[in-house]
Structures are given as structure tokens and as C-alpha cells.
Nanobody, 124 residues
Framework: QVQLVESGGGSVQPGGSLRLSCAAS????????MGWFRQAPGKEREGVAS????????YYADSVKGRFTISQDTAKNTMYLQMNSLKPEDTAMYYC?????????????????WGQGTQVTVSS
């Protein structure tokens, strides 16, 4: 049984940084896609960043390129999202997802497992 647990959310001022973590159990970090998604109130869930576990190939949404970095620690079965230069429009619930695709993807229907989410609020 796959379980994904996010942590690291919080409230920061614009321009600040946060690092999100996603601890996975029952999921092997071996050439399978994992990703970070976010959903703001009244909006659809959107893909932010994805990584091909083990290999480390990554893919980012245009809105976060150059500000967010996705990474993995295969020994700890944990995925991270380093978020820098945060903007108010980054405010959302952030979700970790895991799937079986052998490429990084931001299509939410290509993911089978989801965490419960962690809230990120960017406000002055």
C-alpha cells in the first residue's frame, strides 16, 4: 500500500522560501514518476514539478521555472520541493503524487497515489 505524507508547508512573506518534503512508503524510487501539484481555492489542481525517481529527470511548470527545484533522496524514499522567491500567487494546498509513468509528467490523471496536502500561504 502506497502512502505519501507531505510536510514543510507554512506561511511566508513574498520573496521568502520554503522546502516541502514528501515521505513515501510502499513506493520504490526507481524510474517512476513523482510530482508536486497545487490547488488554490476555486481553481483546478495544477502540476508544478515532476521528477523521474532514480534517474532524476525533471520537468517544471513555466510559472515556477527558475524559482522551484524538485529533488529526491532515494535512500530516504523522500521527494522535496525547494521553493524560493515565493509570490502571493503561489498560495495553495500542495500535494505530492506518485505514479508509474517512466517520464516526468505534470498530467494529474497520470498519477495513481496522492498525499493529503500541505498548505503554503504567501502573504505580507
Amino acid at each position: 500500500q502506497v502512502q505519501l505524507v507531505e510536510s514543510g508547508g507554512g506561511s511566508v512573506q513574498p520573496g521568502g522560501s520554503l522546502r516541502l518534503s514528501c515521505a513515501a512508503s510502499g513506493f520504490t524510487f526507481s524510474s517512476k514518476s513523482m510530482g508536486w501539484f497545487r490547488q488554490a481555492p476555486g481553481k483546478e489542481r495544477e502540476g508544478v514539478a515532476s521528477i523521474l525517481t532514480g534517474i532524476g529527470s525533471t520537468y517544471y511548470a513555466d510559472s515556477v521555472k527558475g524559482r522551484f527545484t524538485i529533488s529526491q533522496d532515494t535512500a530516504k524514499n523522500t521527494m522535496y520541493l525547494q521553493m524560493n522567491s515565493l509570490k502571493p500567487e503561489d498560495t495553495a494546498m500542495y500535494y505530492c503524487a506518485a505514479g508509474s509513468r517512466r517520464w516526468p509528467t505534470l498530467h494529474r490523471d497520470q498519477y495513481n497515489y496522492w498525499g493529503q496536502g500541505t498548505q503554503v500561504t504567501v502573504s505580507s
